[in-house]
């Protein structure tokens, strides 16, 4: 069964640096998403990605934060300078047409020292 | 302002019991209604799902109910089992590519 893939699974970083978090969502879906969860706390909509270009974005989604699709098969979650309060679990998310589910991948867990 | 509400932040359901999670919404352009599970250090995968043109849906063990003119839906869990026991989240959504609100989650422990 397709299903979304992010790499790292674990990032370590000081306060600062840049990140790049990346997914391979499932190859025939258009439409993709990044969400965050901090520990123990509810998912939070970042941002939504579709045609190349961001559809909807969240407050969190700030100008620290950059999404790409730098090929057919990537889409990658920037940090520009990374904050401790950064620190959290990043989920990729993609659905095909938009509508109903959205797939989650496994996610990159950030921590910032 | 929250838009999708959930309770309770816990469960405890004695294996073979039922266990129930509400949600409650406030903007009624959302149209899908999909339920989430999660254990601990893996992504949300989805369990259920519902759109507001019926109100339950069933998949073995686990429906959801769904009332438009209350704007509320839950999860029921029939015959929990200890494998159930994750974080379960409520979610909304409308339109094309919108993003999911989610709730804040239900922690569930199903004890043997």
């Known amino acids: 069964e397709p299903e979304v893939t992010q790499t790292p699974s674990h990032q370590v970083t000081q306060m600062g640096q840049e990140v790049i978090l990346r997914c391979v969502p499932i190859?025939?879906?258009?439409?993709f998403y990044w969400y965050r969860q901090i520990l123990g706390q509810k998912v939070e909509f970042l941002v939504s990605?579709?045609?190349?270009?961001?559809?909807?974005k969240s407050e969190i989604f700030d100008d620290q934060f950059s999404v790409e699709r730098p090929d057919g098969s990537n889409f990658t979650l920037k940090i520009r300078s990374t904050k401790l309060e950064d620190s959290a679990m990043y989920f990729c998310?993609?659905?095909?047409?938009?509508?109903?589910?959205?797939?989650f991948g496994p996610g990159t867990r950030l921590l910032v020292l | 302002q929250q838009q999708v509400k959930q309770s309770p932040q816990s469960l405890i359901v004695q294996k073979g019991g039922i266990s129930i999670i509400n949600c409650a919404y406030e903007?009624?352009?959302?149209?899908?209604f999909p339920w989430y599970q999660q254990f601990p250090g893996k992504g949300p995968a989805l369990l259920i799902a519902?759109?507001?043109?019926?109100s339950e849906k069933k998949e073995g063990r686990f429906t959801i109910s769904f009332n438009k003119s209350a704007k509320q839906f839950s999860l029921h869990i029939m015959d929990s089992q200890p494998g159930d026991s994750a974080t379960y989240f409520c979610?909304?959504?409308?339109?094309?590519?919108?993003?999911?609100?989610f709730g804040t989650g239900t922690s569930l422990t199903v004890i043997p």
């Open positions: 998310a993609s659905t095909r047409d938009g509508r109903g589910t959205q797939y």
């Open positions: 190859s025939n879906h258009l439409y």
């Open positions: 990605f579709y045609n190349n270009e961001i559809s909807e």
């Open positions: 903007n009624t352009a959302f149209d899908y």
């Open positions: 519902i759109r507001p043109d019926v």
């Open positions: 979610a909304a959504t409308s339109n094309t590519g919108n993003q999911f609100y």
